[in-house]
Structures are given as structure tokens and as C-alpha cells.
């Protein structure tokens, strides 16, 4: 039986960390979906098409793979079989993902995806639209969300953490970018469901978030 957790919210507002940590004490399976929309934008890059080359993004989703694995304790994204995790935090990737994520075919087709890998699974799904569109029936749907700056902060340590060095003004005015045009899509905008429970992060330390979230998924799975 299928036990779907859906938690939606901008970059930066700790979904992936807060996901992480939930996943390994409650013993459910990590899905980030921006992972996915990273890796069709490091594909993109790789075969050296253009963000305007709407078709050829289309024509790439088929000939491509992409597929989440956990080893040693740690998530992955794999694409057409190599390890590409780190890689898809780039610069470069993170500059075109919000646009290739507006490709609606791009959508479809990893809704697809992710509707398979969750199937008949107890499951975290984590992205911008799972609670609103992918799993709208979802068991429990969370919105998480924190101040424009104290995701870039949070980023910033992040992207140190995986040795990519970029700095806080930059991050910022990236995020800001990337949150207008991701609550701007047509299809899958970034948008609490009306259904959701919106916590704002802020000021919340991260065990405080995650032990939140905890209750409320064991309340539901009882
Ligand atoms: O969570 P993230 O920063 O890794 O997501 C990367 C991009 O992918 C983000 O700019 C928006 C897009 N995305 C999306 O459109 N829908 C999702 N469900 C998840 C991510």
C-alpha cells in the first residue's frame, strides 16, 4: 500500500535536508523531483542545445534515463547510469533548470516518472508541485517556506558543503529569479495547495521542523 508524503516549497526552505532526515527515521524512500528537472538540464547542456530548442528537449526526454538510488546512506541521481548528484548543483545547470522545467512536456513526462517510482511505496516526495499536482490525494502534504534571505544563506552553505563555491549575493538574486519564474508557470507552479500545512522555517531550527513534520506524518500513518 502506498503512503505518499508531499512536501512543496521554494529553494532554500530546507525541504531537502528536512526530507533527508524524515526519510531515515521513519524509513521512507527520498524523491527529489528537482533532481529530476536538474538532470534533464544536464543533459540539456551535455548535448549542447540551446534553452530556445524546445523540440530537441522533447526529443531528449526519450533517450534518457534517470533514476534515484540510495547507497551508503546517501540519495542519488543517477542519469544514463553515471552518478550525477554533485554535478547537477552546478552553476550552469542551476541557471537553465527553472526554464527546462517550464517545458510542459518536460513536466508530463517526469510526472510520469515519479507517479511510477512512488507507486505501491511509502514515500517523501519533494519538489514545487507534488502536493498541488503530481500527488494531489497525497497522505500528508506540507508547505515549507523561509525568508527570500535566509534561503540564500542556507544555499550558500550548501552548495559549501559539496565544495561549489558561489557567493551570497549572487545565490540571492538567483533564488529570486528562479521564484519568480517558478510561481509563474503555466503548468506545475510553485503554489501552496489549499489542503497543505504551510510552515514557515525562518526563524525554526531544523530539528524543530523535522520533529513537526515527524508528528504530523505519524498522526496520519495511524
Ligand atoms: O528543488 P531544486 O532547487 O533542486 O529544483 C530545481 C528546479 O526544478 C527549480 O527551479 C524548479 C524545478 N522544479 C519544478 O519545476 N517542479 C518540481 N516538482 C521540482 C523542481
Known sequence: MSFIVAIDGPAGSGKGT???IICEKLNLINISTGGAYRSVALATLQNNIQ?????????????INIEFKRENNKDLVYLNGKDV?????????TNIVSKVSSIKEVRFKLNE????????KKVIMEGRDIGTYV????????????????RAKRRVKQNEELGIHIPYEEIKED?????????????????KADDSIYIDTSNMTIEEVTN????????KMT
Do not use: C, H, Q
Open 85 to 93: 548528484t554533485r554535478r547537477i548543483r552546478e552553476k550552469d545547470v
Open 135 to 150: 500527488f494531489p490525494n497525497a497522505d500528508v502534504k506540507i508547505y515549507l517556506d523561509a525568508s527570500l534571505e535566509e
Open 175 to 191: 533564488i529570486r529569479k528562479r521564484d519568480e519564474n517558478d510561481k509563474n508557470k503555466e503548468i506545475g507552479a510553485l503554489k
Open 18 to 20: 528536512i526530507t533527508k
Open 212 to 219: 513537526e513534520i515527524i508528528d504530523i506524518i505519524k498522526n
Open 51 to 63: 534553452i530556445n530548442e524546445i523540440e530537441k528537449i522533447v526529443d531528449l526526454l526519450d533517450k
Open 113 to 120: 516518472l515519479f507517479r511510477k517510482v512512488a507507486k505501491d
